[in-house]
Protein backbone atom coordinates (compact mmCIF):
# COMPACT_ATOMS: atom_id res chain seq x y z
CA UNK A 1 0.00 0.00 0.00
CA UNK A 2 2.77 2.69 0.52
CA UNK A 3 4.58 2.31 -2.69
CA UNK A 4 1.01 2.66 -4.09
CA UNK A 5 0.94 5.92 -2.20
CA UNK A 6 4.34 6.55 -3.40
CA UNK A 7 5.73 6.27 -0.17
CA UNK A 8 8.29 3.54 1.63
CA UNK A 9 8.67 2.30 4.93
CA UNK A 10 11.90 2.42 6.47
CA UNK A 11 13.61 -0.70 5.85
CA UNK A 12 16.43 0.21 8.39
CA UNK A 13 16.24 1.81 11.63
CA UNK A 14 18.13 4.60 12.31
CA UNK A 15 17.07 6.57 14.93
CA UNK A 16 17.46 5.58 18.80
CA UNK A 17 14.66 5.64 20.90
CA UNK A 18 13.92 8.80 23.64
CA UNK A 19 16.22 8.19 26.47
CA UNK A 20 13.81 10.07 28.90
CA UNK A 21 11.39 7.08 27.86
CA UNK A 22 10.95 3.23 30.02
CA UNK A 23 11.76 1.10 27.52
CA UNK A 24 9.67 -2.32 28.41
CA UNK A 25 10.59 -5.18 25.85
CA UNK A 26 7.86 -7.30 24.24
CA UNK A 27 7.18 -10.25 24.95
CA UNK A 28 5.73 -13.23 22.87
CA UNK A 29 5.34 -13.65 19.41
CA UNK A 30 2.67 -10.79 18.62
CA UNK A 31 4.02 -8.30 20.77
CA UNK A 32 7.55 -9.10 18.79
CA UNK A 33 5.60 -9.01 15.22
CA UNK A 34 3.93 -5.62 16.14
CA UNK A 35 7.17 -4.19 17.61
CA UNK A 36 8.98 -4.79 14.34
CA UNK A 37 5.84 -3.24 12.58
CA UNK A 38 6.21 -0.25 14.61
CA UNK A 39 10.01 0.24 13.96
CA UNK A 40 10.30 -0.18 10.18
CA UNK A 41 7.26 2.23 9.79
CA UNK A 42 8.74 4.53 12.61
CA UNK A 43 12.55 4.26 11.70
CA UNK A 44 12.82 3.23 15.59
CA UNK A 45 15.51 0.72 16.76
CA UNK A 46 13.70 -0.29 19.64
CA UNK A 47 9.78 -0.17 20.54
CA UNK A 48 8.46 -1.21 23.82
CA UNK A 49 5.49 -2.58 24.72
CA UNK A 50 4.29 0.79 26.67
CA UNK A 51 5.62 3.37 23.90
CA UNK A 52 3.12 5.68 22.44
CA UNK A 53 2.74 5.67 18.42
CA UNK A 54 2.79 9.58 18.91
CA UNK A 55 5.28 10.61 21.24
CA UNK A 56 7.90 8.48 18.93
CA UNK A 57 6.95 10.38 15.92
CA UNK A 58 4.00 8.96 14.60
CA UNK A 59 0.89 10.51 12.77
CA UNK A 60 -1.91 9.98 10.99
CA UNK A 61 -0.70 9.48 7.99
CA UNK A 62 1.96 7.04 9.36
CA UNK A 63 -1.07 5.48 11.35
CA UNK A 64 -2.72 4.76 8.19
CA UNK A 65 0.61 2.87 6.71
CA UNK A 66 0.49 1.03 10.56
CA UNK A 67 -2.82 -0.20 9.89
CA UNK A 68 -1.94 -1.24 6.29
CA UNK A 69 1.48 -3.33 7.31
CA UNK A 70 -0.32 -4.68 10.77
CA UNK A 71 -3.09 -6.33 8.23
CA UNK A 72 -0.72 -7.57 5.63
CA UNK A 73 1.78 -9.49 8.19
CA UNK A 74 -1.52 -10.67 10.29
CA UNK A 75 -4.28 -11.16 7.90
CA UNK A 76 -6.64 -9.29 10.01
CA UNK A 77 -8.53 -6.45 9.58
CA UNK A 78 -8.26 -3.17 11.74
CA UNK A 79 -10.81 -0.74 12.22
CA UNK A 80 -10.35 2.82 13.14
CA UNK A 81 -12.41 4.57 15.27
CA UNK A 82 -12.15 8.09 16.50
CA UNK A 83 -13.21 8.14 20.09
Known amino acids: ?3 QLGLT ?3 TSTTIRPS ?3 FVPPTGE ?3 LLTKIWSAVLGIQQ ?3 RDNFFDL ?3 SLLAILL ?3 IEKETGKK ?3 QSS
Open 47 to 49: IGI
Open 67 to 69: FAQ
Open 9 to 11: LKT
Open 78 to 80: LFL
Open 57 to 59: GGH
Open 30 to 32: TEL
Open 20 to 22: TAT
Open 1 to 3: MAE
